[in-house]
């Protein structure tokens, strides 16, 4: 079946570097995704992987092993409004209409 | 530039009540279009996806409905809603071809 494991949360000091994991076991894998969703409002669009390896925007990161079925998000120079849920998600099925994403991380950075 | 419109933003609706929630998209043409539920504290659970008008696929078999009367609209129905029905409703587009989506600003919908 479908499923993407993330852990649950994470603590980091401001102004340092935080590494969130996702794992994935789904069908037809055609790339994953990554989201920051602060609370109360809509997931927001980060970052896209199709291809191994690592794709840089800002301080933000994501790598990606096809072969493991492993990715991460890679959060550099650590922020107070870094401070959100993180979620990893799949596009996945016939023709990668499909986009399933994992529980999310929850950051709390810390002064 | 485009721009997603979703409502109404919070609903509160007795159990066995009808339920319609709306979503629409300006400034682009043939969008996918998805809706999303979240329960407090978790992911984003897909409910339904549509790649075009009366082209819409079910991920999970409950009490719910969708339909895509026009190319960019997008809603999502139930006849009778469950207290499980309760959470975060999010409508979200994408470009077709395109990996991002952009999400509306949500429904919260408590079922009482």
């Known amino acids: 079946g479908q499923s993407l494991e993330q852990p649950s949360e994470v603590t980091a000091v401001e102004g340092a570097i935080v590494q969130m994991n996702c794992t994935y076991q789904t069908s037809g894998f055609y790339g994953l995704s990554w989201y920051q969703q602060h609370d109360g409002g809509a997931p927001t669009f980060l970052s896209y992987?199709?291809?191994?390896g690592l794709e840089e925007t800002g301080r933000f990161s994501s790598f990606l092993s096809r072969s493991d079925s492993y990715g991460y998000l890679l959060l550099q120079e650590l922020q107070m409004k870094d401070s959100a849920s993180y979620f990893c998600a799949v596009r996945e099925g016939t023709g990668g209409f499909k986009t399933i994403f994992g529980a999310g991380t929850r950051l709390f950075v810390k002064a | 530039s485009q721009t997603i419109h979703q409502w109404p933003a919070t609903l509160v609706q007795p159990v066995g009540s009808p339920l319609s929630l709306e979503c629409t998209v300006e400034g682009t043409s043939n969008p996918n279009l998805y809706w999303y539920r979240q329960a407090a504290g978790r992911g984003l659970q897909l409910l339904f996806y549509s790649i075009g008008i009366d082209q819409i696929s079910s991920e999970v078999p409950q009490n719910l409905s969708a339909s895509r009367p026009q190319d960019r609209q997008f809603i999502l129905s139930s006849k009778k809603l469950l207290l499980s029905d309760s959470g975060f409703y999010l409508c979200?587009?994408?470009?077709?071809?395109?990996?991002?989506?952009?999400f509306g600003s949500g429904t919260r919908l408590t079922v009482v």
């Open positions: 979200a587009w994408s470009p077709q071809g395109a990996y991002g989506y952009t």
């Open positions: 992987n199709a291809l191994d």
